[in-house]
Every structure is written in structure tokens, then in C-alpha cells.
């Protein structure tokens, strides 16, 4: 079953994600803050890092740049409400897997998130 760790930074949008999620058959695990995320990291394995890009303590990519050399296979995608093209870009030439906006098209990243775990890197 793909694990997916969620870090997202408005508590409410984060328990409406992992309720969505387990639903769907996931197994997850939310955050509303990056330390959290790293301190989970840490402990347990994820096939998916879920995340907002606009965390206050360690915002998305550098929390995506700290999890590379600990978990290299783990997937990366971020989830924003205010997505510029050139940002995008930045982020999966420095190894994001996916960039989608807010509202989420909740179809289209569960297949994401599919395809991403069933890749034989994951």
C-alpha cells in the first residue's frame, strides 16, 4: 500500500486531505509542519512527500532538498495556490515529481500518485 506523508500547513485543509486519502485506499500521514515532516522522515519510510511549498519553519523545497539524500526513491509533489511556470520548472529540474495547483484536481494526483509508486525507482 503506497504511503504518503502530507505536509501541509493549513490544519484544516490538511485533515480534509488525509481523510480524502485514506478513503481512497492510502495510507498517510499529516503535518502542518515541516520540522514534523522531517522528524517523521526520520522515523518511518514514505513512498510519496506531499507537499505546500509555503511552510513557515522549512518551506517545501528545501524540505524536498533535505529528504534527497535520505530517501532518494521517495516521490515529491507539491500541492500551491499560487503556481508560477518558472517555479514549476525550478522545482523538477532539482527533482520534484509533480507540481500541481490549488483547488487540486483530486483525480488527477491520485493517479499521480499511482504512477509515481508504481515506477520501479519507488
Not at 516521490?75 to 520548472?89: G, P, R, S, V, Y
Request: glycine share 6%; proline share 6%; aromatic share 6%.
Amino acid at each position: 500500500m503506497p504511503r504518503i506523508l502530507i505536509a501541509e500547513n493549513d490544519r484544516h485543509a490538511l485533515s480534509g486531505l488525509v481523510e480524502i486519502f485514506r478513503e481512497e485506499g492510502f495510507e498517510v500521514m499529516g503535518v502542518d509542519r515541516g520540522q514534523k515532516a522531517q522528524r517523521a522522515l526520520e522515523r518511518e519510510r514514505f513512498h510519496v512527500l506531499l507537499i505546500d511549498p509555503k511552510m513557515p519553519d522549512v518551506n517545501g523545497m528545501q524540505l524536498h532538498q533535505w529528504t534527497q539524500p535520505k530517501a532518494p526513491r521517495m516521490k515529491t509533489i507539491i500541492m500551491t495556490d499560487d503556481c508560477k511556470t518558472h517555479e514549476a520548472l525550478g522545482a523538477m529540474e532539482r527533482g520534484v515529481y509533480e507540481y500541481f495547483n490549488k483547488p487540486l484536481n483530486l483525480d488527477r494526483l491520485f493517479d499521480t500518485i499511482r504512477k509515481a509508486v508504481s515506477s520501479p525507482s519507488c
